[in-house]
């Protein structure tokens, strides 16, 4: 008996305590349950966050800028000139120069 289960379950449950529902809930245990696990300032720092949102909405849409995926601003924003500017005074890279040729195994 080594390899055996140690414990005997025997169905001796009584029937009438599984069919029984639990009663329903009232309002007071319902607010009960929504507020547990809640601190004191949850729902004010909600109300505050909700109002922060609205505000940075506004003033996306007053300033109208857009985040793109790219990361590149409007056109309205560019400064052509001064990028010219500074392409002009800056020293192309140079990534690598070509000293040989090599013959490949056909030539």
């Known amino acids: 008996?080594?390899?055996?289960?140690q414990t005997k379950n025997v169905n001796d449950y009584n029937d009438d305590d599984q069919s029984a529902a639990p009663?329903?809930?009232d309002?007071?245990?319902i607010a009960l349950l929504k507020s547990y696990?809640?601190?004191?300032?949850?729902v004010p720092i909600k109300e505050i966050e909700e109002e922060i949102k609205k505000h940075?909405?506004?003033v996306k849409e007053?300033?109208?800028?857009?985040?793109?995926d790219t990361g590149l601003s409007q056109?309205?924003?560019?400064?052509?000139?001064?990028?010219?500017?500074?392409?002009?005074e800056e020293a192309p890279l140079q990534v690598a120069r070509c000293t040989?040729?090599?013959a490949g195994e056909n030539e």
Do not use: A, F, N
């Open 27 to 29: 309002e007071g245990d």
């Open 1 to 5: 008996m080594s390899g055996e289960c």
């Open 37 to 42: 696990g809640l601190g004191p300032y949850t």
């Open 62 to 68: 007053l300033i109208g800028i857009k985040e793109s």
């Open 75 to 88: 056109p309205s924003q560019w400064d052509l000139v001064g990028d010219k500017q500074m392409m002009s």
């Open 23 to 25: 009663p329903p809930l």
């Open 100 to 102: 040989k040729i090599i």
């Open 56 to 58: 940075q909405e506004t």
